[in-house]
């Protein structure tokens, strides 16, 4: 298939493009598209057989729901009823990177929620995301845009570089300005659970309920039998080809002992090496990227996926990685770190 892809210029975004693209997803077809988030890759929430493409598209698991992407908040006829918390947290933080689970009405076919009855429902803060879904006229299931098991695009090379030949559009326009996926917030139950951390973090939810609380198992490696509650969490997720290993502790010893490992493992393996910038001077040996300040975990963030598909360009044996503090953001973020690496292989040097 002739894939068209078409970078847009954020500040004066072209309508005959969105039209274009908008066209394409009432006809059945899947367009990838720049979101706040990371790119997602679209088609006709309400039409099972648009949907279905996506699965293919991605090598998706059947029993991995989407999340519908909609361009305002009068989502009543998605829906079986809104719940007064999840209005709260829409008004507070929709648009915005946060997705919230529904009991679904008859209009989400079963493809789309992948035989839940439940549905994930999100409004983008992305400009050319929200135009895209009106000039669709219909709200867009999106999961990330990449292949499955790789690490979510924020880039429209990545998407061009996993799914070009494979769907009829990608727009391009703006990278990603968060870089992870959207938290996702269970509302069928009281107290609201959180299934996945993002951008919105705890803290910011418990200013609206401070009952809310985070799914325990998301930190930690699925049993064989284990039923999630987000069913992604059982995939191996956001991982580059080679092995990574998270090294948690403190910042100097973490230095210690990834050098250490460089060094012992130098003549057989090419080593990448995930640092920051306070750090990044201190490794001399291996390929060593940094994630940005450590003060400002929104730009580690908004770098870490596309730091992770860098390592696959260049072809490394094993990837190590510093740890960050599991509060606010750091949540996020290692949620996503263990997640690439596989949960159980953190090594925690003291404290
Ligand atoms: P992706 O956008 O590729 O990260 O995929 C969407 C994520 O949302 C998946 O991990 C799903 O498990 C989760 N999700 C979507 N809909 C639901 C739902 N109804 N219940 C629980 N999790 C959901
Ligand atoms: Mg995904």
Known sequence: MDTKIIILDVNNIARDIINEAGQVIKDGGLVAFPTETVYGLGANALDKNAVEKIFKAKGRPQDNPLIVHVANCNIENLVKEVPNIANEIMSKYWPGPITLIFNKSELIPDTTSAGLKTVGIRMPSSIIARK?????????????????????????ESCIEDLSGKIEYILGGEKSQIGLESTIVDCTCNPPCILRPGAITLEMLKEIDDRIYIDKSIMSKPKKDFKPR??????????????????????????????????????????????????????????????????????????????????????????????????????????????????????????
């Open 230 to 351: 987000a069913p992604g969490m059982k995939y191996r997720h956001y991982a580059p080809k080679a092995p990574v290993k998270i090294i948690s502790g403190d910042i100097e010893k973490t230095i210690a002992k990834i050098n250490e490992i460089v060094q012992t493992n130098m003549g057989n393996k090419k080593i990448g090496i995930i640092a920051t910038d306070e750090t990044k001077d201190k490794y001399p040996y291996g390929t060593v990227v940094s994630l940005g300040n450590r003060k400002q975990l929104d730009t580690v963030g908004r770098n870490l996926f596309e730091v992770l598909r860098s390592f696959d360009a260049i072809d490394v044996d094993l990837i190590l990685s510093e740890a960050f503090e599991e509060k606010g953001l750091g949540y996020a973020i290692m949620n996503r770190l263990k997640k690439s690496a596989g949960f159980d292989i953190t090594l925690r040097i003291g404290k």
């Open 132 to 156: 895209l879904i009106e000039a669709a006229g219909t709200p867009i299931a999106a999961p990330s845009a990449n292949i499955s098991g790789r690490p979510s695009p924020t880039e429209v």
